[in-house]
């Protein structure tokens, strides 16, 4: 028998209706006027046809909106597809088509949805199948293409049980949502809040000065990644932070340790954190109280979440949390393999030494090299490429490749980053490429990228200015 709890955001409106749930810009939205907007939009989704297991994408920046969009999918029953909204036409098409999506909701979708007239709210409370489809997310496979891992209701309400347990709840607590709500990361801060009955404070986008203002206004929680971090610090100065900021969620990678210890003397509470989009977010987090005897460790496995390391070194997964496969494959079974390195201390703490073997993690963004490998030998001109990362100090780490040219042809660096930015996401496209006569290869023809490195004076810089970059 299926288990079932009540619809999250209707049973919240009734037990906290006047509790503060959204907040965007200078408009507040109160749990009973958040629920009695879902309603109104998931009516109107409703008489357009749409319905249980449909799916529907979403393509959108933060907003309130986006906010009720995503709950509006969930009370019809439907999957959420939420999409990035850095990628090229091309890659967003080709996702589109793979999820075989019944709609697109695109900013001016959301912003209907936000507007549909009110209607009578349900009477009957209605339940969710914690076994069933919430959404489905996108996220680069070492295929080079994406792969959509289903998360189902219950993977995310577990990693928000198993999060509240770790990091505690008040009432009181504001949590900010300025990462990406497409990403995992933002969309769990949306589901979390409406489970603790806290309040999401949603910016549209980062920007370090607004991310200090909603701090010092009564944020409480925080999720950045190491670059946002960063750019936080540098924008506050000296001034340390307010006592009322319990939790700096730190994610996206492993964090440089002059970064910790800079936070950790502006009173910024860092909690690192390690997770993946197909374990709907956290897999390990460090408690607060462990936050500086544990300098650089991303914690102990949440409560219901098993842990191991390999032989070879590579975290493995189990537990409530963990998507049940991707869509087009067959289930998966028993532990995720994550692709990531880690270590585990003699105290059980867990350090992660790679965001996975060749994954390229640039400003909180995932690049997998061979996604812009294919991009490159797309090109007349290229014969082989390898893609990598080299150290970046603004972004982390930046994209590199290193390319062989066809007998005969000629292209500069310049030319190939403008054929990958008419492809790939702006964040995508290497920043210094490097010609080659020819690249390493094993006897199994496999490119060993750990061998890639970069050579000065064989180095071209490609004219990417820092927006390219961020897109």
């Known amino acids: 028998m299926a288990l079932t709890v009540p619809d999250w955001l209707q049973q919240r409106a009734r037990t906290t209706p006047e509790r503060l749930a959204l907040l965007d810009g200078d408009r507040p939205w109160t749990f009973a006027e958040l629920d009695q907007q879902v309603e109104s939009a998931a009516r109107l989704l409703a008489g357009r046809g749409l319905g249980t297991g449909q799916r529907i994408g979403l393509l959108a920046p933060n907003s309130a909106a986006y906010v009720i969009a995503v709950h509006a999918v969930s009370r019809l029953g439907a999957v959420l597809v939420p999409l990035n909204v850095r990628l090229t036409p091309a890659e967003r098409d080709w996702q589109t088509a793979d999820a075989e999506l019944a709609l697109l909701l695109d900013a001016d979708a959301c912003a209907e949805l936000a507007s549909a007239p009110p209607v009578e709210?349900?009477?009957?409370?209605?339940?969710?199948?914690?076994?069933?489809?919430?959404?489905?997310?996108?996220?680069?496979?070492?295929?080079?293409?994406?792969?959509?891992?289903?998360?189902?209701?219950?993977?995310?309400?577990?990693?928000?049980?198993?999060?509240?347990?770790?990091?505690?709840?008040?009432?009181?607590?504001?949590?900010?949502?300025?990462?990406?709500?497409?990403?995992?990361?933002?969309?769990?801060?949306?589901?979390?809040?409406?489970?603790?009955?806290?309040?999401?404070?949603?910016?549209?986008?980062?920007?370090?000065?607004?991310?200090?203002?909603?701090?010092?206004?009564?944020?409480?929680?925080?999720?950045?990644?190491?670059?946002?971090?960063?750019?936080?610090?540098?924008?506050?100065?000296?001034r340390p932070y307010p006592a009322s900021l319990r939790c700096l969620l730190l994610g996206g990678g492993p964090a440089p340790r002059p970064l910790l210890e800079r936070a950790r003397a502006a009173?910024?509470?860092?909690?690192?954190?390690?997770?993946?989009?197909e374990t709907a977010s956290q897999v390990a987090t460090l408690a607060p109280e462990d936050a500086l005897s544990k300098l650089g460790s991303a914690g102990k496995p949440l409560m219901g979440t098993q842990l191991r390391i390999a032989p070879d070194g590579e975290i493995c997964v189990f537990g409530p949390t963990v998507s049940p496969g991707y869509l087009h494959q067959p289930p998966r079974e028993g532990w995720l393999h994550t692709g990531d390195l880690g270590t585990l201390d003699d105290d059980g703490f867990l350090y992660v030494l790679d965001r996975r073997t060749d994954l390229i993690v640039s400003g909180g963004e995932n690049v997998y090299p061979a996604e812009v490998e294919a991009t490159l030998l797309a090109h007349p001109a290229v014969a082989d490429a390898g893609v990598f990362g080299v150290p970046d100090p603004e972004w982390g780490a930046s994209v590199a490749a290193a390319v062989v040219l066809a007998p005969g042809a000629h292209v500069d660096a310049e030319t190939l980053a403008a054929f990958c930015r008419q492809r790939l996401a702006g964040y995508k496209v290497p920043r210094r490429i490097v010609f080659r006569p020819s690249l390493p290869r094993n006897a199994a023809g496999k490119l060993p990228r750990h061998a890639l490195g970069l050579e000065a004076d064989a180095v071209q810089e490609t004219c990417i200015t820092e927006a390219d970059a961020a897109q």
């Open 121 to 238: 709210p349900a009477s009957v409370l209605r339940t969710i199948d914690l076994d069933a489809p919430h959404s489905i997310i996108y996220t680069s496979g070492t295929t080079g293409r994406p792969k959509g891992a289903i998360l189902t209701y219950g993977n995310h309400w577990w990693s928000a049980v198993a999060s509240a347990l770790n990091l505690g709840l008040a009432p009181t607590d504001r949590w900010l949502a300025c990462l990406p709500l497409f990403h995992v990361g933002g969309l769990a801060i949306l589901l979390r809040s409406t489970i603790y009955g806290i309040a999401v404070h949603v910016q549209p986008r980062f920007d370090a000065q607004a991310a200090n203002g909603a701090i010092e206004a009564g944020a409480s929680i925080v999720s950045v990644v190491s670059t946002m971090l960063d750019r936080m610090l540098a924008e506050r100065g000296e």
């Open 267 to 277: 009173h910024a509470p860092v909690v690192q954190t390690y997770g993946l989009t």
